[in-house]
């Protein structure tokens, strides 16, 4: 079940830019629509408990099916990048060289054959990109700290301002942040495994052994088609020859 059955090439098709697409615009609507709802209904100092977890486990089934799909070198640093490039445009300048540094190591746990149609090897490097998106959240407080805060402070009270920087600076508050992130990702990935194994590779598998089936009974009914109108034909007797 590791291997799809999809033939190995090193090249991307258009077909798995077209997927690529897709499967990311549907992973960044999922995210953005899970963090406005989670801005909407939690104080900001709590949303850390709860995207932490929610928004892989929204994203996770998604990039399982659409990596095995691809089944190419590339797919988990370029859907880094993605991201990356759309925090960059917020404003998060601090996003694009954390995304550079997320994707080389996610390729690099991603390296080996076959690695992006086992679903365990997917499922670990995903991990690395909710890793590095959890380092969008660390950056700024890391390289201008003061001058985040009071940009926070225009917007959220002291007591949410001094939550959130503790939950991002603080080594425990990283590490819980981390675990689930990871928790989030494994749940995703146990429900995206199903869903590939039972909805995407069984009906692939079985059209492939029905393909030759069909052409087998396709060219059998051409036989007896053939051979039913050359009995049809009359003989007819040359009755120049006979005299």
């Given at each position: 079940?590791?291997?799809?059955?999809?033939?190995?090439?090193?090249?991307?098709?258009?077909?798995?830019?077209?997927?690529?697409?897709?499967?990311?615009?549907?992973?960044?609507f999922?995210?953005m629509?899970?963090k406005?709802?989670?801005?909407?209904?939690?104080?900001?100092q709590?949303?850390?408990?709860?995207?932490?977890?929610?928004?892989?486990?929204?994203?996770?089934?998604?990039?399982?099916?659409?990596?095995?799909?691809?089944?190419?070198?590339?797919?988990?640093?370029a859907?880094?990048?993605?991201?990356?490039?759309?925090?960059?445009f917020?404003?998060?300048?601090?996003?694009?060289?954390?995304?550079?540094?997320?994707?080389?190591?996610?390729?690099?746990?991603?390296?080996?054959?076959?690695?992006?149609?086992?679903i365990?090897?997917?499922?670990?490097?995903y991990?690395?990109?909710?890793?590095?998106?959890?380092?969008?959240?660390?950056?700024?407080?890391?390289?201008?700290?003061?001058?985040?805060?009071?940009q926070?402070?225009?917007?959220?009270?002291?007591?949410?301002v001094?939550a959130m920087?503790?939950?991002y600076?603080e080594?425990?508050?990283?590490?819980?942040?981390?675990?689930?992130?990871?928790?989030?990702?494994?749940?995703?990935?146990?429900?995206?495994?199903?869903?590939?194994?039972?909805?995407?590779?069984?009906?692939?598998?079985?059209?492939?052994?029905?393909?030759?089936?069909m052409?087998?009974?396709?060219?059998?009914?051409?036989?007896?088609?053939?051979?039913?109108?050359?009995?049809?034909?009359?003989?007819?007797?040359?009755?120049?020859?006979?005299?």
């Open positions: 079940e590791a291997e799809s059955s999809r033939p190995a090439s090193g090249r991307w098709t258009t077909r798995d830019i077209l997927t690529f697409v897709v499967f990311n615009l549907i992973i960044v999922v995210t629509a899970a406005m709802i989670e801005d909407m209904l939690l104080a900001p709590n949303t850390f408990f709860v995207g932490s977890w929610l928004f892989p486990l929204l994203s996770t089934p998604f990039y399982v099916v659409m990596a095995d799909r691809i089944g190419k070198r590339g797919v988990l640093a859907s880094i990048l993605v991201f990356g490039a759309l925090y960059t917020m404003g998060g300048l601090y996003c694009a060289p954390v995304a550079v540094v997320g994707a080389i190591v996610g390729e690099l746990v991603m390296w080996g054959k076959g690695s992006y149609h086992d365990k090897r997917i499922v670990g490097g991990i690395v990109y909710w890793v590095t998106f959890g380092f969008y959240g660390i950056m700024p407080y890391l390289l201008f700290r003061e001058a985040y805060m009071e926070l402070g225009t917007y959220y009270e002291a007591a949410d001094a920087v503790a939950q600076t080594i425990p508050w990283i590490l819980l942040m981390m675990a689930m992130f990871a928790a989030g990702t494994l749940v995703g990935g146990l429900i995206g495994s199903k869903f590939l194994k039972k909805h995407v590779r069984a009906p692939a598998a079985a059209l492939q052994l029905e393909i030759p089936k052409l087998v009974e396709a060219v059998t009914r051409n036989e007896i088609v053939m051979a039913s109108l050359f009995d049809d034909v009359p003989v007819v007797e040359n009755d120049f020859l006979s005299h």
